[in-house]
């Protein structure tokens, strides 16, 4: 079931936080569905992370590299960004799969640039393709990304003009990296599915993705000791996006992947990223509801 007759009206919650909002939630086990704009090509931002990690999982299992190799992450080489080894000062040295850990878990942007020189972008594009998900597209790493925003803008900072802001590749779906909320919720769902790789290796990814440190989007909206929330955001310019998987203690699970543009430019805008949890805990007890 899709855009069902008598689904949520998920546009007015999106309007009233001041963003369009695009939302695609799938029951991991039933395959029932609620859609909102869930074929919209859409921007990843750091959403992205998530196809770089089940890559990085299914080159381990094949041997191509030993998640527990050790690697020095010279301090001249980071990438720029406001946490994990993109804010220290130094050089680091920790191993691949920690390197993962940080990626995932505070979206550090140096060791996911770190891991994508290792993995390689077209073998997760290739894998994409593998699984089916012929709309997402990894187009570059966190560097080639910020590189495209510098050139674009003309500036170092992150900008706030709307009419720079409107010029950015990396805005544009097109032409950064990029998926649907259908194909994303999709890739979550195998990853609970011990489809995407070994179960061994999903357990992992389960496990970094429930230690996201991130609390104001789609956790916000399950406040409850015993629902679990795992996942992973992306940010950049006017964009708020989150997805994952939420678990309730009767055996539920539920892949929702929510992207959000707002109509400011603001930096600080809470009600934008509260809505990312509003709208996915309205799709998730509406499918309940039809279950029971």
């Known amino acids: 079931m899709t855009a069902m007759d008598d689904a949520p009206d998920l546009g007015g919650l999106f309007r009233s936080a001041g963003v369009t909002g695009f939302l695609h939630a799938v029951d991991v086990d039933t395959g029932a569905e609620v859609s909102c704009g869930g074929d919209e090509p859409v921007v990843l931002a750091s959403v992205f992370k998530i196809a770089l990690m089940v890559e990085f999982f299914r080159q381990a299992d094949r041997g191509l590299l030993d998640p527990a190799e050790r690697v020095t992450v010279m301090a001249d080489r980071h990438t720029p960004g406001p946490t994990g080894v993109s804010a220290m000062a130094d050089d680091v040295t920790a191993s691949l799969r920690d390197l ?11 060791a996911a640039d770190t891991l994508v020189g290792r993995v390689g972008l077209g073998a997760v594009n290739a894998m994409l393709a593998g699984f089916g998900l012929a709309r997402t597209w990894v187009e570059h790493d966190c560097a080639g990304l910020f590189a495209s925003i510098v050139t674009d803008s003309g500036q170092q900072d992150m900008p706030t003009d709307p009419a720079v802001i409107s010029r950015l590749r990396a805005l ?13 919720a999709r890739l979550l769902a195998m990853i609970w599915r011990d489809e995407a790789a ?5 357990g992992w990814m389960r496990r970094l993705l429930g230690l996201q440190v991130w609390p104001h989007r789609l956790a916000s909206g399950f406040p409850y000791d015993d629902v679990a929330v795992s996942g992973k955001t992306g940010t950049l310019p006017t964009l708020r996006n989150e997805a994952g998987v939420v678990e309730y203690p009767d055996g539920g699970r539920y892949a929702v992947a929510v992207f959000t543009r707002s109509y400011g430019t603001a930096q600080n805008q809470p009600r934008a990223d509260a809505v990312i949890g509003t709208a996915a805990r309205t799709a998730v007890e509406h499918l309940r509801s039809r279950l029971s």
């Not at 990296?177 to 994303?184: G, L, Q």
């Not at 070994?198 to 999903?202: A, T, V, W």
Request: glycine fraction near 4%; proline fraction near 10%.
């Open 198 to 202: 070994s179960p061994g290796s999903c």
């Open 100 to 110: 993962a850990y940080l990626m995932i878990a505070v979206s550090d942007n140096t």
């Open 172 to 184: 544009d779906p097109a032409r950064t990296n990029r998926s649907t909320p259908r194909e994303t």
